[in-house]
């Protein structure tokens, strides 16, 4: 870094200090009340960061969807938070047609969740791959504006096909009697406290549920990064994410592998569809956007196209939402979230940890 | 080309088609007079306002469809659009906006949301004014000086003459005799939440001021992401301030479900720690958004009389009301009935096609014994006499009357 660079973020770090300083108190920054009640009962931080770690879980898992996209194609997949929305769907109908709720046996609980987890994934997997072929792969060498477009239509498509299905009761009875509320799905996961079940005499609740989220999350983004780091085709992948034109040369069957890398993306949006559906419990067709704008702000993060910034997005996120829940004001949270976004990219344009999967100069 | 110029001749001769086909048939005064709704038909609130609707139309077909020489005309339109899932401020300034040229429209029904109200106001206001009956807005703002913001009602109405009424008791009331059911109740420590909508963060703000006169202690009042993917984080912050009483101002739409589930899964279950809510919540949709297990318990204010307490005329029109259409009516059913009849009447007395003389009848309206509501009448600001409210509880994924309040 040049002297005049380091000069430069000197400057710009005081004027980011002088500005939120200026302007946290109204969206509710201040400092020593937020130090006061940290001291006062630091437990509650503890818990918040729990909550948070849990929540940004599930951002992460979604966040991936929209990296490894970008990672490869360099498009800012928008219909990726409404097919997430679309497993909700799929997972509460496979709850829903099988019957089981939270008085069921717990024998008959797991083959459920996993038929669900199974049907949602291969569901959305399956879609996501017809919407590359459909939607995007002509646009391919089309201006890069023109796939974006595209994919807020497939965003705006799926939308309604959520609003569609919610008012499918003469088929799903469960759905309710109106298309557009939203939907309560059974409380399955088991609900237990784990550390006073370990005997740990504390406030903090932290129950199997929340312990649930958080090992699927890492299973499935340890697994993810083991595919692409180790196996053949995910050396394929980072190969066409490089260079495509380099790949082609060398024998890799580049439709394929990105057909592949949505494949890969919406099973990953399907299985955070159960997820999330059995974590929060809320089926509605508005839920994708919501959730796709914080998992896209997580990928930003993180720097898009890079699975572990992805990773570390999501989870940053979900702190930070909790912690501003917690000690500034609910109001301000989603403020908060992009302000911390801003003030990273401010310094790190690229995101956290940069763009690693993709060459672009 | 050739192909390309003939095309455009093409498309400019279909567009001049539709133009003269849908211009206004000359100025030759028709006898019809339009009444239009403008209420939100696309998203959760289509279940309430359906029967909105209904009720309208059965005040509507009642009269035949005539009041002396003229022929009433009901239109249903939406307010909400299927990408908000609720009302939408575009499609309500474009609703008043179509309101204002048709030259037929005589009374606008609506709104159904009071933030709704707050964009159709001056719009119709400066148009005649437009006579608007609000069979469900409750925000005090909208028509009383000093219960809402600075400058408010004043500010909706430019013309300086009021084209705005209603025939539901506003929030006022209902928030605060929210506060003093919690009293009753024995509640000692209450946390306030709100949509941040007019309507929500109002009722919020009347309960609030009415707790502390009633010697609750206040732990916290905020605004909610209304669309959050959950809310654990802000009820664990809430659980540990140890409440015995939530209050959420707000609606359905703007997730109050999801609120609730996450109230009790950090460990706050409705029997330690009471759930209330305004009229806002006072549907079926919210039982479904919460899921029936979780809304057990759960305390709602209305602003009038529930279904289930109807007496004399009221429970009359209930019994006409299934026979017709076959279905419950939500609370709201018989207040679109109970414009729709004012509407009406007020157009028989003014006794001519003239937006003026309308709203000066509907304003006169005194005494008004026509409908099923009892009989009332509109103050200077526009607002019912009436102000009976109703505490219900929700039993057995039900709403069952408990208690009389304001009284």
Not at chain 1, 43 to 58: F, K, P, R
Not at chain 1, 102 to 111: F, G, L, Q
Not at chain 1, 326 to 346: D, E, G, H, K
Not at chain 2, 38 to 56: A, E, F, H, W, Y
Request: one cysteine or more; a positive charge.
């Amino acid at each position: 870094m040049s002297q005049q660079r380091k000069w430069l973020n000197g400057l710009l770090a005081i004027a980011v200090i002088y500005i939120v300083l200026l302007i946290g108190p109204t969206a509710g920054l201040d400092i020593p009340r937020v130090a006061r009640e940290i001291a006062a009962n630091p437990e509650t931080l503890l818990q918040q960061m729990l909550v948070g770690l849990a929540n940004g879980s599930i951002v992460a898992i979604i966040a991936l969807g929209y990296t490894l996209v970008y990672g490869i194609i360099e498009l800012i997949n928008f219909a990726h938070g409404d097919l997430f929305m679309l497993g909700v769907f799929t997972s509460f109908t496979v709850i829903g047609l099988s019957g089981v709720d939270e008085k069921s046996s717990s024998s008959e609980t797991i083959v459920v969740v996993l038929l669900a987890f199974v049907v949602s994934s291969v569901f959305c997997a399956t879609l996501n791959v017809f919407i590359e072929r459909f939607a995007y792969r002509p646009l391919r060498n089309a201006p890069r504006l023109a796939p974006l477009i595209s994919a807020i239509g497939v965003s705006f498509i799926l939308i309604n096909v959520g609003l569609f299905w919610g008012g499918l009761r003469v088929i799903f009875p469960f759905m309710g009697n109106n298309a557009a509320a939203p939907k309560s799905i059974p409380d399955l996961l088991p609900r237990f406290d784990l550390l006073q079940a370990m005997g740990i005499q504390t406030n903090i609740a932290f129950t199997s549920k929340d312990l649930i989220v958080i090992v699927v999350a890492s299973v499935l983004m340890i697994s993810l990064r083991f595919f692409i780091q180790r196996t053949r085709l995910g050396k394929a992948m980072r190969a066409t994410a490089q260079n495509r034109d380099a790949a082609m040369i060398m024998g890799i069957n580049i439709n394929q592998v990105i057909s592949l890398t949505f494949l890969i993306g919406g099973a990953l949006a399907g299985a955070g569809g159960l997820l999330v559906g059995l974590y929060n419990n809320t089926a509605v067709f508005t839920m994708g956007f919501t959730a796709g704008l914080r998992a896209f702000t997580a990928a930003v993060l993180g720097g898009i196209g890079n699975i572990t910034g992805a990773m570390m997005g999501g989870v940053l996120i979900g702190i930070i939402a909790a912690f501003s829940d917690q000690y500034f004001s609910s109001r301000w949270t989603n403020a908060w979230v992009f302000a911390v976004l801003v003030i990273i990219l401010i310094f790190r344009p690229t995101g956290l940890l940069g763009e690693r999967t993709s060459d672009k100069a | 080309m050739k192909s390309k110029i003939l095309l455009s001749i093409l498309l400019v001769a279909l567009l001049a088609v539709i133009a003269v086909a849908c211009a206004p048939a000359g100025p030759a005064a028709t006898n019809e007079i339009k009444i239009v709704s403008s209420l939100p038909r696309t998203g959760s609130s289509k279940g309430q306002t359906d029967t909105v609707v209904n009720g309208i139309k059965m005040a509507v077909d009642e009269a035949n469809g005539k009041v002396g020489n003229f022929t009433i005309t009901y239109l249903d339109w939406d307010d909400a659009t299927a990408a908000a899932g609720k009302w939408d401020p575009a499609q309500e300034t474009e609703n008043a906006n179509k309101a204002v040229a048709d030259k037929d429209v005589m009374v606008y029904i609506g709104t159904f949301n009071s933030g709704a109200a707050k964009l159709s106001i001056p719009i119709l206001n400066a148009a005649g004014p437009l006579v608007m009956v609000s069979p469900a807005n409750t925000y005090p703002g909208l028509t009383k000086p000093g219960k809402g913001e600075a400058g408010e009602p004043d500010k909706y109405y430019p013309s300086k003459v009021r084209n705005y009424t209603r025939v539901v008791p506003a929030d006022d009331i209902q928030g605060a005799v929210g506060a003093q059911w919690a009293k009753q109740l024995k509640a000692t420590k209450v946390y306030i939440l709100d949509d941040q909508e007019t309507y929500g963060k109002g009722i919020a703000d009347v309960f609030e001021a009415e707790a502390k006169k009633q010697g609750l202690t206040v732990l916290g009042h905020e605004g909610i992401d209304a669309k959050a993917a959950d809310y654990k984080a802000l009820m664990t912050k809430v659980k540990g301030l140890n409440p015995d009483l939530i209050y959420f101002g707000g609606i359905t739409q703007n997730n109050a479900g999801q609120l609730l589930k996450d109230k009790i899964n950090v460990g706050m279950a409705n029997d330690k720690v009471i759930f209330m809510g305004p009229d806002g919540i006072y549907e079926d949709a919210f039982i479904d958004a919460a899921g029936k297990a979780n809304v057990e318990g759960v305390l709602v204010t209305f602003g009038g009389v529930t279904v289930d307490q109807y007496t004399g005329k009221a429970k009359d029109w209930l019994a006409a009301y299934k026979k017709k259409f076959n279905a419950d009516p939500e609370v709201y059913a018989i207040y679109g009935y109970e414009a729709g009849k004012v509407a009406l009447d007020a157009i028989a007395r003014a006794g001519t096609k003239d937006r003026k003389a309308i709203r000066d009848a509907v304003f006169a309206t005194k005494d008004f014994d026509k409908g099923v509501l009892g009989k009332w009448s509109f103050d200077a600001n526009g607002d019912t006499t009436i102000l009976t409210m109703s505490g219900s509880s929700i039993k057995g994924g039900k709403f069952v009357f408990s208690t009389l309040l304001g009284q």
